[in-house]
C-alpha cells in the first residue's frame, strides 16, 4: 500500500514538473514542448503508454497555466472581439501541437530510460544482484581437496582426480 502511495504521489509530481516545463519552454517551437516531455518520459519510468499520457497530461496543464497567465496580464481584454478570436486560436494551435509532442518527447523519454537500464545490466551485470537459483546453484558445488576442481555435491568422486569425496550431511 505504501508503495502504490508512493508511485502515485511520484507520477502526480512529475506530471506537476512536466507541466511547468512545458510552459516555461512551449515559446521554443517543437523542440522546448519535446525537450520537457522527455524529460517527463524520463522520470516516469513507467511503461510507454503511461509514460505518453503523462506528457499529454503535463501538456494540457501546462496550456492552462499559460491561458491563465495571459488572462491575468490582460491579453484577452481590452481588444476587439476578432484580435481576441485569433489570439484565442492561434494560442490553441500552437498548444495542441505542442502537447502531441510533448506525448511524443515523454514516448521517446521512457524508451530511453529502459534502454538505459537495458545496456546498464549488460555492462555491469556482477553489479546485479544473484538470483536465489544461483545462489543454490553455487551451493551444491564443492571443491576437491586434492586438485581443486569444482564437483557436483551428489557426485561421490572427482571428476578429475578421482579422489574419495566426504561430503557434509546438512
Sequence with gaps: ???KIFSHLRRLSTIALGSGLYALLNWVPLAGPAAA????G???????????VDGVVSGALGFVLIAATLYHFGAFTGSS???VAVLAWLLLMWN?????VMGAGAAVGNITYDT????SSFLSPFAQKQA???RKFAAEY??????GTGNISENAICETCGLTLFHESK
Excluded: N
Aim: with cysteine; proline share 5%.
Design 142 to 147: 564443492g571443491i576437491c581437496p586434492q586438485c
Design 116 to 119: 538505459g537500464r537495458m545496456i
Design 81 to 83: 472581439i476578432v484580435h
Design 37 to 40: 516531455g522527455f524529460a517527463v
Design 1 to 3: 500500500m505504501k508503495e
Design 96 to 100: 495542441l501541437t505542442g502537447i502531441l
Design 132 to 134: 536465489p537459483e544461483e
Design 42 to 52: 524520463y522520470l516516469s519510468k513507467g511503461r510507454l503508454k503511461a509514460a505518453f
